[in-house]
């Protein structure tokens, strides 16, 4: 790419002018809502529900933990937070990387792929015995699962225009709200009901059942998602021409080719993409909380199948929150002011909950400074809809673009998690650990 990036209302891309625009053909209303059905019903639908899977997975080790995982394996407080931390290092080891095998490979079957690798790894965690098996299996998870939102964000942003990308991003990004509630409601029905079964805990049944989940919505990928607007089979003729004729008046620029040294360098010379990669930090760290909730509960004195049970709600009012932000980001055509209003709201419940933790904080603010935290996570969606629209005048820049903002923004706060987020300090958590960590590593 030789041009420079135009700097426009906090944008960065060379769309055509308006007169540009005039001179391109008109696009058939019936054959845009024909193209957009088929898209929502495949490729959306399956993006939610892949990612949904995969957020369970990604997140079950603290409902794992309070269903006996910890005493079963061996697992010590560094040990529960450097296994939740591994999976980050190998998400965050291949996030560049899998960017660029998306250029190369077909999503349709790169992305199923990937599910059916970490149904399998998350299935194969039922057997760990040890606290190093446990390290290995969240390891390779996280290798496996990088793959999946850097390239479904490119492959979304491939297809629909400014004005839809944010309602859909945020379509498929609820997963991981829904994963929050459904997960709670898996992991308090398996502690009620199989914790036994067949010879197994309970919390080695929550592997299998989650595991299976994402090994089924993996298959169902090879028939349903699309690869870009000139190479889907199943969009043809006029169809295939509205696809192409969309994404040109926006000057918007889709099949990646081979992402080489020169495109590292238009991304790492300009400073938009570590303002972009502090923002996510910021974002991502916020969401502390809600991550680890379900042990501040537990360890309050309730029961496992109940502390699981309550973070049900609390994800379904993310989950409402992400479409309506979404809609009025969309709406309004804004991203930034969306951000920086909803994470105030969040950093100032986060004041009051630091004020009053003496550790004999009353059981209902702490229940409400976690509604109130929790809508920080919705903001993902609309952030994730921004770098898509920043960096859409080159597609090679943006696919790099999402996973470099996506592999900062997982790798600080998780290592910082590390320190901060002991679980024998819970609920309280008011300790700085480091030094039983640091040897482990």
Not at 426 to 431: D, G, L, R, T
């Amino acid at each position: 790419m030789n041009k420079s990036y135009k700097v426009d209302s906090a944008k960065i891309d060379d769309s055509i002018t308006e007169s540009e625009t005039e001179s391109l053909p008109e696009i058939d209303p019936v054959v845009e809502k024909r193209l957009l059905q088929k898209l929502d019903r495949r490729l959306i639908v399956w993006a939610f529900f892949s990612y949904l899977t995969n957020s369970l997975i990604r997140n079950n080790m603290a409902n794992a933990y309070t269903n006996g995982m910890g005493t079963d394996v061996g697992i010590e407080s560094s040990d529960f937070n450097l296994a939740v931390s591994l999976f980050f290092v190998g998400y965050v080891v291949l996030q560049v990387p899998a960017s660029m095998v998306i250029s190369r490979l077909r999503p349709k079957y790169l992305l199923p792929t990937a599910s059916l690798l970490v149904g399998t790894t998350a299935c194969c965690m039922s057997l760990v015995k040890n606290p190093a098996g446990v390290f290995a299996l969240r390891l390779m998870l996280g290798l496996f699962d990088a793959i999946f939102v850097p390239s479904l964000v490119f492959i979304i942003g491939s297809w629909y225009t400014k004005e839809e990308l944010a309602k859909r991003t945020a379509f498929y990004l609820t997963g991981n709200e829904i994963s929050g509630a459904v997960g709670g409601l898996i992991a308090g029905g398996v502690s009620a009901n199989l914790n036994g079964a067949l010879g197994k805990a309970g919390w080695r049944w929550l592997f299998i059942i989650e595991g299976s989940m994402a090994i089924s919505v993996g298959l169902t990928g090879y028939f349903l998602l699309p690869d870009y607007p000139s190479n889907t089979p199943w969009i043809r003729g006029d169809e295939r021409a509205c696809a192409l004729l969309r994404l040109e008046r926006q000057g918007r620029k889709v099949a990646p080719t081979k992402i080489g040294m020169h495109t590292a360098k238009n991304l790492l010379c300009t400073p938009y993409i570590y303002l972009l990669s502090i923002a996510y930090v910021c974002i991502h760290i916020s969401n502390s909380i809600p991550l680890n909730f379900v042990i501040i509960i537990n360890k309050m004195g309730y029961s496992a199948a109940y502390s699981n049970y309550l973070v049900t709600p609390i994800y379904i009012l993310s989950a409402i929150c992400a479409i309506v932000f979404a809609f009025i980001s969309d709406h309004y055509n804004e991203r930034v002011w969306v951000i920086i209003a909803v994470e105030s709201w969040v950093a100032f419940w986060y004041m009051i909950l630091f004020v009053v933790n003496q550790g004999n904080s009353p059981f209902g603010l702490i229940l409400a400074g976690a509604f109130m935290v929790i809508l920080g996570i919705p903001l993902f969606p609309i952030f994730f809809t921004f770098v898509n629209e920043i960096y859409s005048a080159d597609s090679n820049t943006r696919a790099l673009a999402i996973a470099t903002v996506s592999c900062v923004g997982n790798l600080v706060p998780n290592f910082l998690s590390i320190a901060i987020w002991a679980v024998t300090d819970a609920p309280v958590f008011s300790k700085y650990h480091n030094s039983k960590t640091k040897k482990k590593l």
